[in-house]
């Protein structure tokens, strides 16, 4: 809410345009896409005094100097484009400024963490993807994919690609998260890896108990879901209710900083910001009930001797910088097309 939105001192926000890769299997992931778009515009447009629709750095900082907020948005899942550039440079038209190459689920053309192996990483025509992201200023964000697509990307980028929402491995040996030689390559890249609040991805104590939980209550869970088969609302309410009534211990908000720690001793102070994936998760660490709680992440780097300087860079500079970075990029290759093309009407 903007109550909330406003007391979390936050500038830019990427609102997910989230598609699944299970559902919609006999089409509509595009559809689906363009509903969330539509969604997201029509509330800006409710709320022209405290929200900006923004679509690069400098609208970012002009916003920050007018005291408004900054919506952005981002596809979670490239399933969306159903195959087609066509559909990637429209999504850019509407506003999408990075695009998750997969969720949970591999496609035809790029390999999830948790997915089959059906590409080897990036298919040939997942290479193209990425190419043309680069092409228009779309930022590649490599969280939910495989290792292999990781580096496959980071073979192909020639701008800084994001992990948007993922946490460090060397801390929390989960696959969504990003390894240590990864991060290496994603410095030499300029990109970010942003910080994901999930307890499961910061902790393995917790991942192994939440994983434990969900086996014990695996028959509960399926008896739910055939109860809610229709009513997925209320499948997901009658589950967190189940899931509340197991609880098992949550770690605190600080185990973010042990990741951001690890990444700017393994990869640099430049190469990590905050990705939260704020109501993208179940729960947040102990002690953070939303955004309007970001704070206490600066407070705790405060407190282990981090700079002003680069506590800046974490809370968004770092973002930033990748940001126009891409942007130049885009531009370069722009021209480049352009001036080909002068030359070939002069032929």
């Keep these: 809410d903007l109550a909330r939105f406003k007391q979390s001192g936050i500038t830019g ?12 299997q006999k089409g509509g992931k595009m559809r689906r896409a363009m509903d969330l778009i539509d969604a997201t515009m029509r509330e800006i447009e409710k709320h022209p005094a405290q929200l900006n629709f923004c679509t690069t750095a400098d609208d970012i900082r002009r916003a920050k100097k007018q005291g ?7 596809i979670e899942g490239g399933y969306a484009i159903e195959n087609s550039l066509y559909a990637l440079r429209n999504f850019y ?69 994001i992990a948007s929402h993922s946490s460090a491995r060397g801390v929390a040996n989960h696959t969504r998260n990003v390894p240590d030689d ?10 970010v890896v942003m910080i994901n609040f999930y307890p499961a991805f910061l902790d393995d104590v917790y991942n192994k108990a939440e994983n434990d939980r969900t086996e014990r209550l695996k028959p509960q869970i399926q008896a739910l879901q055939e109860k809610y088969k229709d009513d997925k609302q209320a499948f997901n309410e009658a589950e967190r209710k189940l899931l509340a009534e ?3 211990d949550v770690p605190s908000y600080t185990r973010i900083v042990d990741h951001i720690d690890h990444i700017k001793k393994v990869a640099g102070i430049d190469y990590v910001g905050i990705g939260s994936d704020y109501d993208g998760v179940p729960l947040l660490p102990k002690g953070m009930n939303g955004m309007e709680d970001l704070v206490l992440v600066t407070y705790e780097m405060l407190r282990r001797g981090y700079t002003e ?3 800046k860079k974490v809370l968004g500079e770092n ?4 940001f126009s970075k891409a942007e130049q990029v885009a531009k370069i290759n722009q021209r480049k097309i352009s001036s080909e093309g002068s030359l070939m009407k002069m032929k």
């Design 68 to 74: 408004k907020v900054c919506a952005l948005m981002g």
């Design 182 to 191: 990864v991060l290496k390559r994603i410095a030499k890249n300029g990109g």
């Design 93 to 161: 038209r509407l506003g999408i400024r990075y695009m998750t190459l997969t969720h949970n689920v591999s496609h035809d053309w790029a390999d999830a963490h948790r997915g089959e192996a059906k590409n080897n990483g990036l298919s040939p025509f997942g290479k193209e993807v990425v190419k043309e992201m680069n092409r228009l200023g779309m930022l590649v964000d490599i969280s939910h994919v495989s290792d292999k697509v990781m580096n496959d990307v980071l073979d192909i980028s020639s701008a800084p690609i």
């Design 246 to 248: 197991n609880p098992i």
């Design 13 to 24: 926000e990427f609102f997910s345009i989230y598609v699944s890769g299970t559902d919609y």
């Design 319 to 322: 973002f930033l910088r990748a």
């Design 309 to 311: 300087t680069e506590i």
